[in-house]
């Protein structure tokens, strides 16, 4: 059956530990948050070794290493957790042999974690039955719009929160859907609220007044997750603000070249493990990255940087007249649209 993430925790809570797991969906911080809760179930089982292969773009694991440590005995008699990173979801026709004959006689010392970034109904097969039959399957799929006030109000009861419908749905406005943004927020709450106090309306506003404006580190995460539309809002709002583009530009033209870094690294088959660290990537946003690494290769990359060169150029008043437009704002957006959905929006041109 498949689960929820939070079901799944709900059930690891009460013991419901299993020989293999598989977290996937769209929604990183469900998946991460589920995972975590694995993670903890396990060394409380006494899994105190922890073994990692990740799937990077087009360079898959070692199979036949993967697959040799499920047979192998765990050093000083230990239990371990194997994990696997699928950050496209599919593990080929190899990798899908490999978890299927661990399913079919899981070794009582390892567990098996899988997790992916995206997932479909067609992503699943014999390998992921093979993991529901003798473990659990969870799928954080993205939150709707419509659901969103549910789940902000149930991770503020979590937290120990109170609030009011009208003070939930401030919330809800201030985050446009970005739930790792709500974590934080609702993480927040829990040190300024008063013990015991029902936060209405008036309350929630003045403890998230900071969250009140989309500041560029939220416009930069849509335009990496592909979310052209709340580009376009939270830029307008920016924009309605009085923010400055020269302002906005410098984190703009930083994240467009480590996305420029990480690209390179991917094509020629390097460790993007070790480039994410090097990058001082935090997990978190690592799935953000490989969405957007998967839209475009290296070289769009540099046309992207390249492209915030010219953004600079017109904001400072020294456009190149009948080739770039004269309003730094449009230009920025069209940038980040591009960045999002590369075949929706033109660049500008080449420098």
């Not at 797991?21 to 922890?50: C, K, N």
């Not at 899908?96 to 009582?108: G, K, L, M, N, R």
């Not at 919330?171 to 739930?179: A, F, I, Q, Y």
Request: aromatic share 6%; with cysteine; net charge neutral.
């Amino acid at each position: 059956m498949e689960l929820k993430p939070e079901q799944l925790v709900a059930q690891l809570r009460t013991g419901g530990f299993r020989p293999a797991f598989l977290i996937a969906g769209p929604e990183p911080l469900r998946v991460l948050e589920a995972a975590d809760a694995v993670r903890v179930a396990a060394r409380q089982e006494g899994f105190t070794e922890r073994e990692v292969y990740d799937a990077e773009g087009q360079r898959e694991p070692d199979w036949s290493a993967m697959a040799a440590s499920f047979r192998a005995p765990s050093l000083f008699a230990s239990r371990r957790l194997i994990e696997l990173r699928l950050a496209t979801g599919k593990p080929g026709k190899e990798g899908a042999q490999v978890i299927t004959e661990f399913c079919e006689d899981p070794p009582s010392d390892v567990s098996l974690l899988v997790t992916a970034g995206d997932w479909s109904r067609q992503h699943g097969g014999k390998w992921s039955e093979a993991i529901a039959r003798i473990g659990h399957v969870a799928v954080a799929w993205a939150v709707k719009p419509h659901e969103l006030t549910g789940w902000i109000e149930q991770r503020l009861r979590t937290k120990g929160l109170k609030a009011d419908h009208a003070a939930v749905q401030i919330l809800t406005d201030r985050v446009e859907g970005n739930l790792l943004a709500a974590a934080q927020e609702i993480d927040k709450l829990t040190l300024l609220a008063e013990e015991g106090e029902v936060l209405d309306a008036a309350r929630m506003e003045s403890l998230v007044a900071d969250a009140a404006r989309f500041d560029v580190f939220r416009v930069i995460d849509a335009a990496m997750n592909g979310q052209s539309a709340q580009v376009a809002r939270m830029l307008a709002n920016l924009r309605a603000e009085g923010e400055a583009v020269p302002a906005l530009l410098g984190m703009v033209i930083m994240e467009l070249q480590r996305g420029a870094a990480l690209a390179r690294v991917t094509e020629r088959g390097g460790n993007l493990a070790a480039e994410f660290k090097a990058q001082r990537v935090w997990e978190t946003k690592q799935p953000m990255y490989k969405r957007a690494l998967q839209r475009h290769g290296a070289a769009r990359w540099d046309v992207f940087v390249a492209e915030a060169g010219r953004v600079d150029r017109i904001a400072k008043g020294r456009p190149r007249i009948g080739v770039e437009p004269v309003d730094p704002w449009l230009a920025l957006e069209r940038l980040l649209l591009a960045v999002a959905d590369g075949k929706a929006v033109p660049l500008l041109g080449t420098p």
